[in-house]
């Protein structure tokens, strides 16, 4: 399955929304936006408030529409935090937010060059936790809002940190099993 990333427009406002409003991805977000009852009003809010932000539409290639949407990577540009849904649940377990992710992330290394990338997950959402570590991610401790925080470099060798270790000391250091 093709898989393409765009820069997310103001016509693709009411699709975030609508899936804004599926409970397996609102109940995961990290932010007020973790609300079964999003209002247009906050969610233009949260569109207009996205410097140092890219906002990317994931779409897919099929035989009967095109490219059509199915979900958003969104990049934070000044602490290099990426995120991700599929909003189209019936697309889930399909490699299509693996794809996204590492296309989002070639482009960062390329185009700012960068080499370190951060995300926080939720520890109930197993899904998103697969699909950061598939593509080097690992836990280094905790995030903010209750979630964890998984990082990825490519600069430095690091070492997994146990699901059990409490603390937030840095993947990277000697002995952290």
């Known amino acids: 399955m093709n898989v393409n990333l765009r820069e997310i427009r ?3 406002l009411p699709l975030l929304l609508a899936w804004a409003h599926i409970k397996e991805i ?35 290639n099929t035989e009967d529409y095109g490219f059509r949407p199915v ?13 991700i849904y599929i909003g189209e649940v019936n697309l889930w377990g399909k490699e299509i937010g693996k794809k996204a992710l590492a296309t989002a992330m070639d482009f ?4 700012y060059k960068w080499d370190y990338f951060w995300a926080v997950i939720h520890p109930k959402n197993k899904r998103s936790r697969r699909l950061f570590q ?4 690992q836990k280094t401790g905790p995030g903010r809002s209750g979630q964890n925080k998984y990082e990825y470099t490519s600069s430095r060798p690091t070492v997994p940190v146990s699901e059990y270790q409490v603390g937030s000391r840095p993947s990277y250091q000697p002995g952290i099993i």
Not at 71 to 83: F, R
Not at 108 to 111: A, E
Not at 134 to 137: E, K, P, T, V, Y
């Open 134 to 137: 598939s593509l080097g991610f």
């Open 26 to 60: 609102w109940t995961y977000l990290p932010t007020f936006r973790q609300n079964e009852n999003l209002t247009w009003e906050n969610h233009w809010e949260w569109w207009k408030i996205r410097e140092g932000r890219i906002d990317f539409m994931i779409e897919v």
């Open 108 to 111: 960062m290394k390329t185009h």
């Open 71 to 83: 979900g958003v990577v969104i990049v934070n540009l000044k602490s290099q935090e990426l995120g």
């Open 10 to 12: 103001d016509t693709d």
